[in-house]
């Protein structure tokens, strides 16, 4: 079975410092996408990167950057110079299979998020 | 705001009865998720849509829960003879179809007392 596994239940960094948030995923299918989320208190989930299994780079949004290991099967968050307000939870997800004849359900699934506050 | 709503945002119910939520999502976008997500969890997946055709639904959606997509624009998910169990939070989704990234609502918070 498909799943995504945060082991950060909570993270700490210093404002304009850089911090790496951990995913790692289990899956058997070959084609499948890595999705970031940033959850604030006021509960709305803010898409912030996504990477393609398929995708040699890794993906780069801003100040967000995805750390995208095949082998290891680990899609870790990378924020650079953090601010007080990437205070938030956040969530990796993946999206089930995605069938070339368009049938896929494209759902995602979600680990347990990691909570990252910044300080001053 | 051309982005995902939902309403209402919060909704108080005592056990027994029934609610109705409602998502209107990006006006182009084919395909509408709706999530369920408890304290402290990720979203867990309830059921999609994609135009007006259910294509899925959860093991997580009991037989108490029915949701529609009348003519493929805004979805209703209803939640008959609510339980302490239904406290959560609903999110809804859209995307324009299944490959891209799916672009959330603010969510309706629900509490069964």
């Known amino acids: 079975a498909q799943k995504i596994t945060q082991t950060q239940p909570g993270m700490f960094v210093q404002e304009k410092e850089a911090v790496t948030l951990d995913c790692t995923y289990d899956?058997?299918?070959?084609?499948?996408?890595l999705f970031w989320y940033k959850q604030p208190s006021s509960g709305e989930m803010i898409f912030l990167i996504y990477q393609g299994s398929y995708d040699e780079q890794n993906a780069t949004e801003g100040r967000y950057s995805l750390n995208f290991q095949k082998a290891r099967k680990s899609a870790n968050l990378v924020i650079s110079a953090s601010q007080l307000g990437d205070s938030a939870m956040y969530f990796c997800?993946?999206?089930?299979?995605?069938?070339?004849?368009?049938?896929?359900?494209?759902?995602?699934?979600f680990g347990k998020g990691t909570k990252l506050s910044v300080k001053p | 705001d051309t982005g995902v709503s939902q309403n209402p945002r919060h909704k108080i119910t005592k056990r027994g009865q029934n609610v109705t939520f409602r998502c209107d999502p990006i006006?182009?976008?084919?395909?509408l998720y709706w999530y369920r997500q408890t304290l402290g969890q990720g979203p867990e997946f309830l059921t999609y849509f994609q135009n007006e055709a259910q294509l899925e639904k959860s093991r997580l959606l009991s037989d108490r829960f029915s949701a529609e997509r009348p003519k493929g624009s805004f979805s209703t998910l209803e939640i008959q003879r609510t339980e302490q169990g239904d406290s959560a939070m609903y999110l809804c989704a859209s995307s324009l179809g299944a490959g891209n990234e799916q672009f959330f609502g603010p969510g309706t918070r629900l509490t069964v007392l």
């Open positions: 997800a993946m999206r089930e299979a995605f069938m070339n004849y368009g049938g896929s359900q494209g759902n995602l699934i």
């Open positions: 006006s182009e976008h084919n395909r």
């Open positions: 899956t058997s299918d070959q084609s499948y996408g």
